[in-house]
């Protein structure tokens, strides 16, 4: 009877009010899929829109020794790898014909992206945000805001991503007749991390084209940071079949998978920081797109199977790292992917392709204050 | 006769509270297990919840307390929680403890028809639901079914939901089982407008709130209730 697994993970754990709203989500996304025009549009607006293809950048100077690609996503617009997820959505709820959509986010660049969106196809939008994010990422409230969408502070709890996240669910809940929940990592409920590991999937895809290209062969290792994993599945899942070692990053204060256990939270079994009765704990990143003590459940199951593997790095080293890309190669990275660097300067292998999730600027402020 | 449930958080106080709650007529007493992420909870609940946690009812100390309400009331006791906390201490585990501790049933807000199959409890089913998944809910339900008057969380409003109605009618095409309607009823005129339609009520939120009050006070809302549906006609249902 259950949906969407991973193994034992994923599922569907949420109020029976949503149940038919994600089976009617589940559908349309089967059938737009099948649906030459949807994708024709997507993969439209992916290019003229997003800025697609992203390029693959050689840093030849950040780990001499090593062959170091940066998948560029900071060069997508809004940012960030958000938008490919964001647009591929937007244009499902277009299809629903839902007219507001709800979101959450942490970092803000879910946030930017579906504000974004939103603009573009004359949606209204209503993102739900930890009030502590909201003080550490001030220029993308200010973004948001622009783009003429509402962002609702979310003052209970870590405020932060996950209270953020409940929020939006609990909006999607009153209004789940005219709403469409328009999450931004491959978390939640079925069909949620099926559907954002496919639109993600685009990063995967080209980074494989590219490295081939570049390089001839393929690399030794897949590298990206991991929050909720929206970026690393959709790089890892251009390399799933081959033998390429993936390695997915996360911050050392939300390490969901290096120190998780199994439990549900917002809509999925998934590998969670939750103590031995199943309350779920404070994640701690100075990194907000990473500050969440869930993960996408794909993610877990990839740690069972062995298929991936995953490490922690905390604030001082992802800070060092940030730092050094912006001096050794004119990049300045946002503090989540910062993640990602600080671990492939230890890493093993000699040829690496990193996701390079999103820029940097949004960091400024907090990073010139650490 | 119809049917009166009244929501408490674990705590406590809570043994105390439950007494005057059936001492005021509810017939049937929810306890939360508090979870530190409650998805389905309106703002009285969630704060409820925050503070039994920040109090240590965790789950072997909600099991405690569900033992002494046991031992203080005669009515069933349903406890009322998240997947989460199954997840941690074993389902079949939580089960067999909240029946050793005298649970009559469970109620798992975020596990709806479908999931764990396998796990008896107490089904909820929603405006939205299907007449499909109404029938997978009264098939796999314990006893009653809950009905969810209103698309949204826990929590009091001004009016009783207009969806109730057509999801009581809907309800009783496809099952004979009792149904109690809970989410959004506080006031008597709404307990009254919901058990004309259904055949009881859950009152969730205001209950908390009252129940900061102390007992008194409880018995006294509690009395209220308990007069407002015994007063209720039912109402014809096309």
Redesign the interface.
């Known amino acids: ?2 949906v969407g697994l991973y193994g034992a993970y994923g ?11 994600l ?1 009617e989500l589940a559908q349309a996304w089967a059938a737009a899929q099948e649906d030459e025009a949807f994708r024709n549009e997507l993969d439209g607006l992916l290019v003229t829109y997003a800025g697609r293809p992203t390029p693959l950048t050689l840093a030849e100077r950040f780990v001499p020794g090593k062959r170091l690609y940066l998948k560029r996503e900071d060069l997508l617009h809004t940012g960030a790898h958000k938008l490919n997820n964001a647009l591929g959505q937007a244009l499902l709820a277009i299809r629903l014909g839902k007219q507001r959509i709800v979101a959450e986010t942490g970092a803000g660049q879910h946030g930017v992206a579906v504000a974004t969106v939103c603009a573009r196809f004359g949606l209204e939008c209503a993102v739900h945000m930890g009030a502590e994010d909201m003080r550490r990422q001030r220029p993308n409230v200010e973004r948001i805001r622009l783009l003429g969408a509402e962002v609702r502070p979310v003052e ?2 870590t405020q932060t991503l ?1 209270e953020a996240t ?1 929020e939006a ?2 909006d999607w ?5 005219t709403s469409y929940y328009l999450i931004g990592s491959c978390v939640g409920p079925h069909p949620y991390p099926e559907m954002v590991r496919e639109l993600q999937s685009v990063i995967g895809t080209e980074a494989r084209e590219q490295i081939l290209e570049a390089e001839g062969r393929l690399p030794d290792a897949a590298v990206a940071c991991v929050g909720g994993g929206s970026n690393a599945i959709g790089l890892f899942s251009g390399f799933l079949d081959d033998d390429v070692r993936l390695v997915g990053v996360e911050a050392e204060g939300a390490a969901s998978l290096v120190r998780g ?7 999925a ?1 998934s590998s ?1 920081l ?7 704990l404070d994640a701690h990143s100075s990194a907000p797109g990473l500050d969440y003590p869930g993960v996408g459940p794909e993610h877990a199951f990839l740690r069972d199977t062995g298929r991936a593997e995953y490490v922690s790095v905390g604030d001082a080293e992802a800070l060092e790292a940030f730092r050094r890309l912006s001096r050794t190669e004119g990049i300045i990275p946002a503090l989540e992917p910062a993640h990602a660097l600080a671990h492939v300067a230890k890493h093993d292998v000699e040829l690496v392709v990193l996701c390079l999730s999103g820029r940097g600027d949004k960091d400024l402020a907090e990073v010139v204050g650490l | 006769m119809k049917r009166l449930a009244v929501y408490l958080m674990c705590g406590a106080d809570t043994p105390e509270l439950a007494e005057a709650a059936v001492e005021g007529g509810a017939d049937l007493i929810e306890l939360g297990f508090p ?6 909870d ?1 703002p009285v609940i ?2 409820a919840a ?1 503070q039994a ?1 920040a109090a240590g009812m ?3 100390a909600c099991l405690k307390c569900l033992a002494s309400v046991r031992e203080r009331v005669g009515v069933p006791l349903v406890p009322m929680t ?8 074993g389902y079949e585990r939580f089960a067999a403890d909240a029946e050793a501790a005298g649970a009559a049933s469970l109620i798992v ?7 764990r ?1 396998e796990l008896r409890r107490v ?8 007449d499909e ?1 109404l029938r997978l ?1 009264a098939e796999h339900t314990d006893g009653w079914l809950y009905l ?1 008057t209103l ?3 826990t929590g009091a409003r001004d009016r009783l939901s207009p969806h109730l109605a057509g999801l009581v009618s809907r309800a009783r095409t496809i099952t004979n089982l009792p149904l109690c309607a809970g989410f959004g009823i506080s006031t008597p005129q709404q307990a009254r407008a919901a058990s004309e339609l259904a055949d009881g009520i859950v009152v969730g939120s205001r209950a908390i709130e009252v129940a900061e009050e102390g007992p008194r006070a409880l018995r006294d809302y509690v009395s209220t209730l308990r007069a407002a549906i015994d007063s209720a006609v039912p109402a014809i249902i096309d």
């Open positions: 009877m259950s599922g569907r754990y949420v109020p029976e009010t949503l149940v038919p709203a089976d209970f709890g996950k409940s669910v609990r809940l009153a209004t789940v007749e256990r199994p439990g549900v939270l917002h809509g079994r969670l939750a103590d031995e009765d199943g309350q779920v | 979870f530190s992420d409650p998805l389905a309106g969630r704060r925050e946690l965790r789950t072997a998240y997947a989460s906390l199954l997840e941690a201490y807000a975020d596990l709806p028809a479908g999931e199959p089904q909820l089913v929603a405006p939205t639901s299907t998944r809910a969810v698309t949204g969380k």
